[in-house]
């Protein structure tokens, strides 16, 4: 794929199944936190609890996409940093930003940041990043209707 010139995995930096349903979800949050579960099986690996990576998403330290916006993302730094504690190689996670900043905007939000964490854990557990992403993979905020 192109890569994107914030992509900070980038040369310029430094050194599937369908469905509707998004497979980074808050669905069954109380009931599996009261379990102390932090993921249930599902068709493809594991599905992750939505909470999980909003936590990490914001102890890396979001900040407004613009000034006055109350939208939070996380920069190519902040996103550089916090992803390069998975131990994945520097090839795996330049292909996870491109995969996972779905707007093209250079920085990640909640729902771009989970379908990241989500993608380092597929590759963790050995299914590397598709080459593009599953529906189901793609948060129903960023989902094109037509």
């Given at each position: ?5 914030a ?6 930096s ?5 469905g ?10 109380n ?22 990576f ?14 006055g ?6 920069s ?7 992803l390069?504690r ?6 795996v996670?330049?292909?996870?930003w491109e ?8 920085a ?17 557990e050995?299914?590397?990043p598709p ?16």
């Open positions: 794929p192109v890569i994107s010139s992509n900070p995995f980038g040369p310029a430094g050194d599937g199944a369908r509707d349903a998004w497979v980074v979800t808050p669905a069954l949050k009931e599996e936190q009261e379990k102390g579960f932090k993921s249930s099986k599902c068709a493809r690996g594991f599905r992750v609890l939505q909470v999980e909003d936590a990490h998403f914001t102890a890396a330290g979001p900040s407004a996409a613009a000034p916006s109350s939208r939070l993302v996380l190519p730094t902040k996103v550089r940093e916090a390069t998975t131990g994945l190689a520097r090839e996670l330049r292909l996870v995969l996972s900043d779905l707007d093209r905007d250079g990640l939000d909640a729902d771009e940041f989970a379908v990241a964490m989500w993608l380092c854990r597929e590759s963790l050995g299914r590397p080459c593009k992403l599953p529906t189901n993979v793609i948060p129903p905020s960023k989902r094109n209707p037509f």
